[in-house]
Structure formats: C-alpha cells, structure tokens
C-alpha cells in the first residue's frame, strides 16, 4: 500500500482499491471507476454497496435488516460519483500483492 496525493490517485486506472487517507486514519475501502473531467470519479463502495434502485430503498432496506433480521442482497458492480472535489485528499492505495492477500483471506472466509 502506499499514501499518494488526488493528483497521483487520477491518473490510476479503473479498477484500483484504494481508501481515503488523513494522517493515521483510513476510509472505507472502495474501488476506482472511471475519471469524470479533471478532479472527479466514480467509485465503488464495499461496505455499503447494498443492492438498491434508491436512497430511501437503501434506507428501509437497513431499517428491515435492523428491526427484523432481514439479509440484505449486495451488489458490487454499482458505481457513483465521487463528486468531493478535494484535491488536497490523499489515498491509500492497494498494490496488487495487497489485493491478493485480501482475496485469499476472503476465500477462506467461504471455506471455512
């Protein structure tokens, strides 16, 4: 993993894992999509990236899921808008070793 500035972390490709960074602390962990202009992109969250046509869907999905124990469907292939537009933010970004140890931890997480 290594720290880069927004200007670094636009010109990675589609496709890269990455979380925001202030000094000693990590955001969620998402994927990069595609730059929108200069200072935008798309992103796909991990965390949150329940199957959902709508904000309030998004909403009573989790209010369902919390009161009644209601599984919850993901869907990992919804991309949004970054749209923060702060180019002093800076990125942990994942190399590709890194994404291979995830990859086999959670393949053993299914296999257990």
């Known amino acids: 993993m290594k720290i880069v500035t927004a200007k670094e972390f636009l010109q990675m490709p589609a496709n890269t894992l990455y979380s925001k960074y202030s000094p000693c602390c990590m955001g969620a962990l998402e994927i990069k999509g ?8 798309y992103s796909q969250q991990i965390v949150d990236a329940i199957d959902c046509s709508s904000s309030s869907e998004f909403i009573d ?3 369902d899921a919390q009161e009644n124990g209601t599984a919850l469907k993901m869907d990992f292939n919804c991309e949004g808008r970054d749209g923060l537009f702060d180019m002093g933010q800076l990125y942990a970004v994942w190399d590709n070793d890194d994404v291979k140890g995830l990859i086999a931890r959670l393949t053993f997480c299914v296999s257990v």
């Open 61 to 63: 999905g989790l209010l």
């Open 34 to 41: 595609d730059n929108v202009g200069e200072i935008d992109y």
